[in-house]
T-cell receptor
Framework: AQKITQTQPGMFVQEKEAVTLDCTYD???????LFWYKQPSSGEMIFLIY??????QNATEGRYSLNFQKARKSANLVISASQLGDSAMYFC????????????FGQGTELSVKP | GAVVSQHPSWVICKSGTSVKIECRSL??????MFWYRQFPKQSLMLMAT?????????EQGVEKDKFLINHASLTLSTLTVTSAHPEDSSFYIC???????????FGQGTRLTVV
């Protein structure tokens, strides 16, 4: 069975600094997709970044990058130049196939950006 | 990206009544939609997978007679919470699958309060 683990319930970061949110996963599948979502207090799920299991390059989207280490089964999110608006819950998720299937979510990390 | 609209965004109902939540894919056809439930400060837990034209697949522990799911068209899935109780109060959020895109698209979510 697939499993996602986020071990940091809460994180603090100073504005303009970089922060890494940890995510490890467990699966016996060879093909899968990894996602990061941001959830502000309003509840909406905002897609940040995607990494396919066969992608050789680490995914990047603006200030977000995904540090994908397949052998270690980790998919950490790096946010550069943190902004006050980055304060939110962040969820790592896995899907059994790159474009299809349910998402399995980690426990989430609450990020607080300090001015 | 594709748009998924969920309605209502919040609802308050009395114990014993039923509440219907709609999830629509606005600009793509979604043969598969997913319904998640989220308690405060917790992760998203998959309740069921909704497939157009067929019965929904429920996750273990989810009462299918209490949480009725209907996916009658390629753009609409509904979740009906029947005979609601205060413990059903939660945040319910849907996502729709666009097989041409890796991103999973989420509705805005529905905050249900049963009094």
């Amino acid at each position: 069975a697939q499993k996602i683990t986020q071990t940091q319930p809460g994180m603090f970061v100073q504005e303009k600094e970089a922060v890494t949110l940890d995510c490890t996963y467990d699966t016996s599948d060879q093909s899968y997709g990894l996602f990061w979502y941001k959830q502000p207090s309003s509840g909406e799920m905002i897609f940040l970044i995607y990494q396919g299991s066969y992608d050789e390059q680490n995914a990047t989207e603006g200030r977000y990058s995904l540090n994908f280490q397949k052998a270690r089964k980790s998919a950490n999110l790096v946010i550069s130049a943190s902004q006050l608006g980055d304060s939110a819950m962040y969820f790592c998720a896995m899907r059994e196939a790159p474009k299809r299937g349910k998402l399995i979510f980690g426990q989430g990390t609450e990020l607080s950006v300090k001015p | 990206g594709a748009v998924v609209s969920q309605h209502p965004s919040w609802v308050i109902c009395k114990s014993g009544t039923s509440v219907k939540i709609e999830c629509r894919s606005l600009d793509f056809q979604a043969t598969t939609m997913f319904w998640y439930r989220q308690f405060p400060k917790q992760s998203l837990m998959l309740m069921a997978t909704s497939n157009e034209g067929s019965k929904a697949t429920y996750e273990q522990g989810v009462e299918k007679d209490k949480f009725l799911i209907n996916h009658a068209s390629l753009t609409l899935s509904t979740l009906t919470v029947t005979s609601a109780h205060p413990e059903d109060s939660s945040f319910y959020i849907c996502s729709a699958e666009d097989s041409t895109d890796t991103e999973a698209f989420f509705g805005q979510g529905t905050r249900l309060t049963v009094v």
